[in-house]
């Protein structure tokens, strides 16, 4: 594997331990204050951010000048995978709801990729990712089923 793509690979492991550990201290805030409320606190990593882009990153520059709306709907797409994932931790443990979080996430990139959507380039569906998907899928209902 070429140095990029194991950077890459890497990267991604590493974002999807620190999602799990997220999702759960997300879930024992929810049972400590309301899950809605639990997905407010959010709202700290995004004062935190605001303050490193007023401090360390010259400001605001040319936000909110891009013509695209939907640019600006993945803070809306986080509020929902995190209040989603963090009352779906209680019933299916860490394993199962990471297991579904990543075979919802595997679906729905085989479908933006097969399309080329959302500025992703066109990566047709093969009969190899369609197995893999299977294979992830059966693996989620074998976790969640014990």
Sequence with gaps: MEQGKALA?????????VGTVQVLINSALGRAVGSYQA????????????????VFAGGFGRLGADPV?????GGVLGAIYL??????????????????????????????????????????VTAGKLLGVALLAAGVGLIVRS
């Design 9 to 17: 690979v890497g990267l991604a492991l590493t974002a999807g331990g």
């Design 39 to 54: 997905g407010l606190v959010s709202g700290v990593g995004t004062a935190l951010t605001l303050a490193l882009v007023s």
């Design 69 to 73: 709306p939907w640019h600006y709907a």
């Design 83 to 124: 209040t989603a994932s963090l009352i779906a931790v209680r019933a299916l443990g860490a394993t199962g709801v990471t297991a579904a979080l990543i075979a919802g996430q595997l679906g729905f990139a085989i479908l933006i990729d097969q399309l080329g959507l959302l500025g992703a380039g066109r990566d047709p």
